[in-house]
């Protein structure tokens, strides 16, 4: 495997644990990135870096970002975004690898990209139910602000410096497990 391979494989995954706090944010990233050639894609996905999906990626993007600051539509928007998320983070991860063989694609796509969107977007999705429960959903514009941060990052993270990316995804993971095993006890 060669170094490009490598840093393909995380920018994908980056952008789908990325994809697991804000659905959209990281596609739009994928797609300004593409489009100013700053990456490439895989040739079956070269369509996300077109002006048509860029916009229209920032537009979801805007209005998804917005919709998470409405207490309780929140709640409905984390029942949409579950879904979607996995197949973000399918999206992203497959579009990003390149010179992979299109059966290799696919299994990281879904194991990797799938499995690490569908994971943030749980621990997301339970961070904001207890929010809404214990602050009668005041406290949910609080955690819609860190998880677009954490967006923000990871996107960028993954774009520009995609191994520093992998790292930060395994220490959030491994501060999540540590949280929830404290509170467990």
Do not use: H
């Not at 920018?11 to 990325?18: F, H, R």
């Not at 979801?60 to 539509?73: H, K, L, N, T, V």
């Amino acid at each position: 495997m060669n170094l490009e391979t490598i840093l393909s494989i995380c920018l994908g995954i980056g952008l789908a644990s990325a994809s697991g706090f804000r659905v959209f944010l990281p596609v739009f990233a994928l797609s300004l990135a593409s489009y100013f050639n700053l990456i490439p894609l895989n040739e079956t996905w070269v369509w996300i870096g077109g002006l048509p999906a860029l916009i229209s990626f920032g537009v979801a993007m805007i209005f998804e970002i917005f919709g998470y600051y409405i207490p309780f539509i929140d709640n409905l928007l984390d029942t949409i975004a579950t879904p979607l998320a996995a197949i973000a983070g399918f999206v992203v991860m497959a579009s990003t690898m390149v010179d992979i063989s299109p059966t290799m694609t696919t299994i990281l796509a879904i194991i990797a990209g799938s499995g690490s969107a569908t994971a943030f977007q749980g621990l997301t999705t339970t961070t904001r139910l207890a929010s809404s429960v214990k602050t009668a959903g005041l406290g949910n514009p609080v955690i819609s602000t860190a998880e677009t941060g954490t967006a923000i990052t990871l996107s960028s993270l993954a774009i520009f410096l995609p191994i520093v990316a992998i790292i930060l995804v395994v220490l959030i993971f491994g501060l999540i497990y540590w949280i929830i095993r404290r509170f467990r006890k």
